[in-house]
Nanobody
Framework: QVQLVESGGGLVQSGGSLRLSCTSSGLFSSRYTMGWFRQAPEKEREFVAAISWIPWRGVVSTYSADAVKGRFTISRDGANNTVYLQMNNLKPEDTSIYYC????????????????WGQGTQVTVSS
């Protein structure tokens, strides 16, 4: 059974930083991709960042949305099965529930193409 558990959300002032974590269990594959998405009230779930790795090679690719490029960084700790989203220079428009996802079947930036989701963690950025 695949489980994804997010943590690290909270309330921060504009310009501040947060680091989100997503710890996974039950995943077995020759190549993994894990994505971060966010969803604000009454808006579509949108792609934030993704990371792909091969167990015997390490990280092979990282991707990020234009809206967060240069501010957010996705990384991975293989020993702890955890993917991180370091978010710097946060803006009020980054306020959303952030979800991690795995079990990619298609495109890394399409939420419909992921099979497994965490419960989400709230990020609120005040102006």
């Amino acid at each position: 059974q695949v489980q994804l558990v997010e943590s690290g959300g909270g309330l921060v002032q504009s310009g501040g930083s947060l680091r989100l974590s997503c710890t996974s269990s039950g995943l077995f594959s020759s190549r993994y991709t894990m994505g971060w998405f966010r969803q604000a009230p009454e808006k579509e779930r949108e792609f934030v960042a993704a990371i792909s790795w091969i167990p015997w090679r390490g990280v092979v690719s990282t991707y990020s949305a234009d809206a967060v490029k240069g501010r957010f960084t996705i990384s991975r700790d293989g020993a702890n099965n955890t993917v991180y989203l370091q978010m710097n220079n946060l803006k009020p428009e980054d306020t959303s529930i952030y979800y991690c996802a795995s079990g990619l079947r298609g495109s890394y930036n399409l939420h419909h193409d992921y099979d497994y989701w965490g419960q989400g963690t709230q990020v609120t950025v005040s102006s």
